[in-house]
């Protein structure tokens, strides 16, 4: 079973920073296809706020040029630095890994969230 643990939510005022980290484990060597952030405010549905494959980036409009998505292979680890934070950004954010599994599939596994809060 894959494991992720969050951490770096908190309460801030707009125009912050926050980071936030996840970390993958598992009791075996893990495939992973793609590691990001999701997001979900109080009534609205979940939604990608961003995601990094093989190196490469993508952005909800919402965060570009405000929010880095990176990666420390070594650690199965990714962050999300979170810059010019609005109060719009207030939501639960969930990190997501996608794993390939020995036969070729794909499976997704999600962290608990942790919540990001920003005063105006």
């Known amino acids: 079973q894959v494991q992720l643990v969050e951490s770096g939510g908190g309460l801030v005022q707009a125009g912050g920073s926050l980071r936030l980290s996840c970390t993958a484990s598992a009791g075996f060597i893990l495939s992973i296809n793609s590691m990001g952030w999701y997001r979900q405010a109080p009534g609205k549905q979940r939604e990608l706020v961003a995601n990094i494959r093989r190196g490469e980036a993508d952005y909800a409009d919402s965060v570009k040029g405000r929010f880095t998505i990176s990666r420390d292979y070594a650690k199965n680890t990714v962050y999300l630095q979170m810059n010019s934070l609005k109060p719009e950004d207030t939501a639960v954010y969930y990190c997501?890994?996608?794993?390939?599994?020995?036969?070729?599939?794909?499976?997704?596994?999600w962290g608990q969230g942790t919540q990001v809060t920003v005063s105006s």
């Open positions: 997501n890994v996608r794993v390939w599994t020995v036969v070729g599939d794909l499976n997704d596994y």
